[in-house]
């Protein structure tokens, strides 16, 4: 059996991406049935304003101290990187917020559906960030993304208004902290073999079969550039 932990954002483009590699490495190993996926939390920007009112090529713009078509351009390149792998994504339309609260909604779902759940609700908030535009800070949005995942929406609203899992996504970035996570997507097999950012699919299918065969020495993956953390995005 192979557990995969997967650190990552909500917000984070090469989270999905890196997410599209790993799924399309699992569709060819022959074990694929033995192994299983949980997401971790991990923020970005935890100070990030839940209704900000620049756009999100504003706000890279005024964080890069670069022009706003440039901006653009870097959001031209990300959303041709993310269409090869079969994502389409407007940053037009994204709308950038605080993820705590979907981070602690990955956590409820784990615990009403388990492993599988979790799983779904991950790639639909991806999907309401990058291809929607929906609101992933605003509670009402969140609950009806839950209930297209099967989920009760007034269990769900009525969760996210207290603050459980809150601890659960705190200790989720202290691990990170500790085992020296500075950027996202971040991966670890069986607790021992990495893999940092969104590596090329083959690198993610010579991890399943190291995992696999439990070989005791794995090449340390430095980070690539496809990356994100608190400082931004390698772009």
Known sequence: M?????????????????????EEALSRFEHRDQVSVHWKSFELDPSAELNPTLSLAELLSKKYQKPLEWAHQAHAQMTKQAKAVGLDY??????HTNTFDAHRLIHFAEKTGGVPLQGQMKERLLQAYYTRGEHVGDLETLARIAAEVGMNPEAVLEFLKTDDFAVDVRRDEEEAQESGVRGVPF???????????????EMFERALKAA???????????QSGAVCGPDGCAI
């Open 2 to 22: 192979i557990q995969i932990q997967v650190w990552s954002d909500i917000v984070c483009p090469f989270c999905y991406i890196g997410k599209r590699h790993l």
């Open 90 to 95: 407007h940053f037009e339309k994204a709308k």
């Open 187 to 201: 991966f670890v097999l069986n607790g021992k073999y990495t893999i940092s950012g969104a590596q090329p699919v």
């Open 212 to 222: 696999w065969e439990d070989r005791e020495t794995w090449p340390r993956v430095e």
